[in-house]
């Protein structure tokens, strides 16, 4: 089963946010909008924004302002 068109552009937009293990606030939110744009999260981009959400929380990845 391949993935939706949206969840392909959500793993690209997360790794090129996560690179540098820093994400800024735009870069969170652009990926907020392409996960919710079609008005449906799918599973495949429910579990990439899980993965991004855990890498905050235990900050593997720093949320930066800027």
Same mark, same amino acid.
């Given at each position: 089963?391949?993935?939706s068109? +949206?969840? $392909?552009r959500l793993k690209t937009a997360i790794v090129k946010a996560i690179e =540098? !293990? &820093?994400i800024t606030r735009d870069e969170? =939110? $652009?990926i907020i909008n392409i996960a919710t744009e079609d008005g449906h999260i799918d599973p !495949?981009? &429910?579990a990439l924004l899980s993965e991004l959400q855990e890498?905050?929380?235990d900050k +593997?990845?720093?949320l930066v302002a800027k």
């Open positions: 089963m391949g993935y068109e +949206s969840a $392909e =540098d !293990h &820093r969170y =939110d $652009e !495949h981009e &429910r890498m905050i929380e +593997s990845v720093k």
